[in-house]
């Protein structure tokens, strides 16, 4: 997490996306489950998409990753923070505490959680909530969705898609008025949340023995909670050997 994962969509909600309309629920209906989540994720989750301060979508995106390694790290996300840091991909460990909820303090003056609050076939739903204490001390609410599906053999293309409200009122405001000038950085700090599932399942699929190796650099506990993940990598990596060991399908 470039701060920690909270960070990014703190930032994501000041320094702003294209200006849309609050009320506009069409879009929030279309790419949340709302039927589907229980009544405390429901809550949570419309008291941003209700009353947004900001939306922001992105188009598909592909990468090479094996869907239930993708998953695994999304439905473990402590794991996923312990390998991401020693993989060098975050400065930050999060630890997950007993309601689900992945905390992150980067001690400098950014904390907050993330929660998944939703989990289907094909897409997960995270609910994000922190403080940010810089130039302005700010607090902010967001939702992302990602949607992902198999395409080629050995190939994920997923979409991403968040809203963001931001509590402090001015704050808001002013996200709006600059956002035009700031999308490049909303981009970029979005890119670190979803950052670390990919990263990792694309290293599982590319460079199994990698990944393996750096798990057991991780202390004890960690690997043994890392263990399902260990062998759910080696698992992957006997059926892409075995796939490219057989013979070429006949075009009869």
């Known amino acids: 997490m470039r701060r920690v994962a909270i960070r990014a969509f703190l930032i994501l909600g000041v320094l702003g996306a294209p200006l849309v309309q609050a009320s506009d629920e069409t879009v929030a209906s279309k790419l949340v ?3 589907a989540m229980t009544g405390t994720n429901l809550s949570l989750v419309r008291g941003v998409t209700d009353h947004y301060t900001l939306r922001r979508e992105y188009p598909p995106e592909e990468f090479n990753a094996s869907v239930a390694v993708f998953e695994y790290l999304f439905a473990h996300m402590d794991e996923c923070s312990a390998l991401a840091k020693m993989a060098g991909l975050t400065k930050y460990s999060a630890t997950l505490d007993a309601d689900g909820r992945l905390r992150a303090d980067d001690h400098a003056g950014a904390a907050g959680y993330i929660l998944n609050v ?9 609910y994000v909530e922190g403080t940010d204490h810089g130039v302005f ?4 609410r967001g939702v992302a969705i990602v949607d992902y599906r198999a395409r080629a053999r050995g190939r994920i293309e997923y979409t991403r898609a968040v809203f963001v409200k931001v509590d402090n009122v001015v704050l808001a405001a002013l996200a709006q008025l600059f956002s035009v ?3 490049g950085t909303v981009d970029s700090h979005f890119a670190h949340v979803i950052r670390n599932p990919v990263m990792l399942s694309q ?7 990698k990944l393996l190796a750096e798990i057991e650099q991780l202390p004890v506990a960690d690997q043994q909670r890392l263990a399902a993940f260990a062998a759910l990598v080696r698992s992957n990596a006997r059926a892409r050997l075995a796939d490219t060991s057989l013979p070429p399908r006949s075009a009869h």
């Not at 939703?118 to 995270?126: F, Q």
Request: proline share 8%; charged share 25%.
């Open 137 to 140: 001390d700010v607090r902010g």
């Open 33 to 35: 489950p709302f039927d």
């Open 181 to 183: 000038f700031l999308r």
């Open 118 to 126: 939703y989990s289907g076939a094909g897409k997960r739903v995270l």
């Open 203 to 209: 290293q599982a699929q590319t460079n199994p023995q």
